[in-house]
Structure formats: structure tokens, C-alpha cells
């Protein structure tokens, strides 16, 4: 398995919102693609361990806003094995400049019962190898507080993944649905916590509070929290 794998974007409209700025969902889209590439090469993806990878947690942090057409160098590599969970960082760039910084939780699942299988348990596991750079801490649990219903949302065909559940990177969109954001902010750090699978059909509630600097959006269907996210802003020059 290669260490560090590289892929590069071009930003295109597809990916800005109406104030010109990259998406937060964005990201996490060029992520879940790099990360499935980077799987896949090392014969680690889901037809070759027989699971299910599924996103545990996910932080990122971005030092400025990225515009249309700049060209996006994104790195990946595996930051560890901790218990159940595959850590796996992320850096951004642009013109060989850092612009930003990524950690995730990972665990794969028995495709039939969608039990947790323990790293120590895959023989694959081996060929995870870890790369000894500098990364992100290790994402842990949210406490959110005081959260008011925002909106509601149905889950459709065109927010499902492979798994035909709520793709992460949908709710990467969902959580930003949330922020009610402004001429002058952008989301300069996010953390999302996926607590449960979401089923097509699903009629999401969405909580959330912001202030000037921060936000907390809380997702949840059927008396269960689905998803959980936090994160702060910075200001649009």
C-alpha cells in the first residue's frame, strides 16, 4: 500500500455556493472519493474485505475559503488503528500551499448482521500502514446543548449511497442547510459525528444553534439522533 496517495481537483461551479466559496459538502465529497481510490489500490475496499467501511466521525479544518477554478491537491493516509476505528488524515493544498486539514474515524461492518468487525480480526489490517505525520487528534463525542428546530427533511434517492442509506456527504450539505450562512462568514472548522444510519423515506428533524462564531446542528428521525456537527467560522476578506 502507498503511504500517501494524491489526487487533485479543478474547482468548478459545481462545487461554490452563491457567494463564490467551495461548499463545506464539497470537501467532504473529494475526500470520500480519495479515500475510496486510496482503499481500493490497497485491496482494502469492500469487495475485497467482504464489509462494510462505513464513516464513523470526520473534523476538518480549513485556513481560507477556496474559489472556483483554483486546482486542489488532496492527500491521504492512514493516521492509525485505535480499537474499532481506522483513522484516516487528510491535507489540503493549493500551488503546493497547505489550505487545510482533515481527520476521520472509520469502522467496517459485517454485511449481513452490521456488526462492528475489529481491525484485530481482518488479516487485511496488516496492510494498513500507518504514515508518521503530523495530524489532527483523534475526532471525539459532541455535547451539544439548547438546539432549535430548524427544518425537516425527507431522505430521497438522491441523498442515498452505495449502502442505500444517507450518503455523508449529504449530510455534510444538510448540516450547512442549517447555518443560515451570511455575506461574510464561511465554515472555517466542521466536525461531524454519524451516530446512526438514515433510510430512504426518513423525515429528518434538523436542530441547530449559531451565534457569530460557532454552530451545532443535530439530525435526527424516528426518536433517534442519526447525526451530530459542530464547528466554527471565520471571516469571508
Known sequence: ME?????????TYSHIDWRGVVRPASYFDFMQDTATVHAQMAHLDRGDLNAIWVLSRMHAEFDRPLTSYEHLELSTWCAGIKGASWLRAFGFAVDGKPVGRAISSWVILDPETHRILRPANVSSAAGYICVDRPTLPMPGKLTLAELSLHHTYRVEYSDLDINRHLNNVRIA?????????????????IQINYTAETPAGAMLELYAKRTADTFAVQGGSEGRVRFEAAGTFGRLS
Open 3 to 11: 503511504g500517501v496517495f494524491v489526487k487533485s481537483y479543478e474547482l
Open 173 to 189: 450539505a444538510l448540516v450547512s442547510d442549517t447555518l443560515d450562512l451570511s455575506e461574510t462568514d464561511f465554515v472555517r472548522t
